[in-house]
């Protein structure tokens, strides 16, 4: 067997295409090639696994590597029973490490009963040194690492993952390259996300993010919105433009473009019918944004606006470039400017030197915003972060406190938030049926809280109008509705039957 494969290095040697992304269609080829060997060497077909940790970023990163596996020949699956398994991991918190580590002993035990399985890691955990080495001396049976710049490398990885033994490491410490084109599989067809930008440039004095997925680099319009008009010829109605500040998008590309911009070119888009991103710096929120939005017929009313503290000096301390009344003011005017609009949040309790002060000061923003709902982190140390080396790390029983009375609170002003639409004839996105309850459907609202109602799975995918009847918390309940004279759902980008 390693005969055949030497004399394929060889010969592939001579003619591996320099360019991207020939390239890594070039080791597509030669992988499918070695799939088929060992399928008919077992008798059954090879099976693969992507497990997904982390933001929308990796979300839409996993696509592209099922993507990839699947035109390699492997059958892509749910459970981590594979031949192939690959974990895309987080670093952003610790405990995002600790649950990566805590699913490798799963996996070694399943790598003991099948020991042709395959284990791979990738993502933003890789990029940290320390982390490899932790892998390379204590969890040896992984065969495969690779980090965030390389991902559209996997064929290229995996095949000599396939022709040697011993472990293949390849991590890249930043890169100016951009290479799409590559297969991708979509967890949904009726809706994806889209890069528009890479990377980040804010270095937030907590945040590993910029260290591990490198400078800022935006992808050119044209192929954006390429991208989106072959998504939405495939079925796709809705879209996710993504990037850890989408309101810089475009800045430092030759010919310059903003956000704001690009978001009018994709509401030109046959087929697209709804429109979110990700995630917006309040620091870089333009006004001509604020007016796109409140002219789109397409963009969501939803915006994530992530505060993180309420204290303007540790605002200052956090390297955020906003204090409380910029921000407060921001959200006054967007809530002012698209009165429907469903406001969101991230905040981080506990951030060195936090005092009761501080803290309250959190407090009152989010009693004065009203937040449709918020994510509550406790603060963890990032090695290599400038917090990380700050005096006054808080106690953890004080954050704890802290945070257990912001979570409170959160939740009880987004319960009440929710109840506001109640009666309210509203469109969603059928997204699935319904696990828990039969004969029943969950959509998706356009301030982004879901409705479940009656219907079957042929409503999937459909944007369908629904009376919101009683406010649970968090989700409604509706009822499908018609209006408009019109009699059934339409189903975008399908001719009528
Ligand atoms: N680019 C996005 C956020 C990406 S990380 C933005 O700037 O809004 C998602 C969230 O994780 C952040 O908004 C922040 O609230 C949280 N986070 C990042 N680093 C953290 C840390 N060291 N400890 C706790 N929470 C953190
Ligand atoms: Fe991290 Fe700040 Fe960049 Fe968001 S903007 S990814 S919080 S450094
Ligand atoms: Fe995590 Fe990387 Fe996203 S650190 S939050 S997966 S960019």
Redesign the pocket.
């Known amino acids: 067997m390693t005969d055949i494969i030497d004399k394929n290095i060889q010969n592939i040697l001579a003619n591996i295409p320099a360019e991207e992304p020939a390239r890594q269609y070039y080791f597509i080829e030669k992988c499918r090639d070695l799939v088929k060997e060992e399928q008919k060497r077992l008798g059954r077909p090879l099976s693969c696994c992507v497990v997904t940790f982390g933001?929308q970023m990796n979300a839409k990163d996993s696509e592209k590597l099922t993507g990839i596996l699947r035109e390699i020949g492997y059958q892509p699956q749910e459970g981590e029973e594979a031949d192939l398994v690959i974990y895309n991991t987080c670093t952003?918190?610790d405990n995002a490490n600790q649950r990566v580590y805590g699913r490798l002993g799963y996996l070694h035990a399943l790598k003991k009963k099948n020991p042709r399985m395959r284990i791979g890691l990738c993502g933003c955990m890789m990029q940290e040194p320390s982390v490899i080495e932790k892998i390379r001396k204590s969890y040896r049976f992984v065969d495969l690492i690779f980090g965030t710049h390389n991902i559209f490398r996997l064929a290229e990885l995996l095949y000599r993952c396939m022709a040697g033994n011993d472990m293949v490491i390849d991590i890249w410490e930043g890169t100016e390259e951009i290479v799409e084109d590559l297969p991708a599989l979509r967890k949904f067809p009726f809706k994806s996300g889209v890069n528009i930008m890479y990377g980040?440039n804010n270095f937030?004095s907590?945040?590993i993010?910029p260290y591990v997925r490198g400078r800022e680099r935006s992808r050119n319009p044209e192929e954006i919105l390429e991208e989106i008009r072959r998504l939405a010829a495939d079925g796709v109605v809705e879209v996710m433009l993504l990037g850890?500040?989408v309101n810089s998008y475009g800045k430092t590309l030759e010919y310059p473009i903003t956000f704001a911009q690009l978001l009018r070119e994709v509401e030109k888009i046959d087929g697209i019918q709804r429109i979110r991103f990700m995630?917006s710096?309040p620091k870089d929120l333009s006004d001509e944004l604020i007016q796109v939005m409140k002219e789109s017929e397409k963009i969501c009313r939803h915006l994530h606006l992530?505060l993180?503290s309420g204290s303007s000096r540790i605002l200052k301390l956090m390297n955020r470039k906003y204090d409380k009344e910029q921000y407060l003011a921001l959200a006054g005017k967007i809530q002012r400017e698209i009165p429907e609009i469903s406001l969101t949040t991230?905040?981080?309790v506990g951030f060195p030197g936090e005092t009761e002060e501080d803290f309250l000061e959190t407090m009152d923003v989010v009693q004065k915003v009203q937040y449709d709902s918020a994510f509550t982190?406790?603060?963890?140390k990032?090695t290599g972060t400038p917090a990380a080396s700050m005096e006054n790390q808080v106690p953890e029983n004080v954050v704890k406190e802290r945070f257990d009375r912001l979570l409170k609170e959160v939740q009880s002003i987004a319960a009440s938030r929710c109840g506001r639409d109640c009666g309210t004839v509203q469109t969603a996105l059928v997204e699935g049926v319904d696990e828990k309850q039969e004969g029943m459907v969950t959509g998706r609202l356009s301030n982004n809280l879901m409705v479940h109602f009656q219907g079957s799975s042929d409503l999937i995918g459909t944007i369908v109008p629904v009376r919101l009847t009683e406010a649970k918390g968090f989700y409604y309940m509706g009822e499908m509705t018609v209006s408009d004279g019109q009699a059934s759902p339409e189903r975008p980008g399908q001719d009528q039957i």
Request: hydrophobic share 25%.
């Open positions: 933001c952003v918190r980040c937030c907590y945040c993010v850890q500040n995630t710096h992530p993180q991230d905040i981080i982190f406790i603060y963890s990032r």
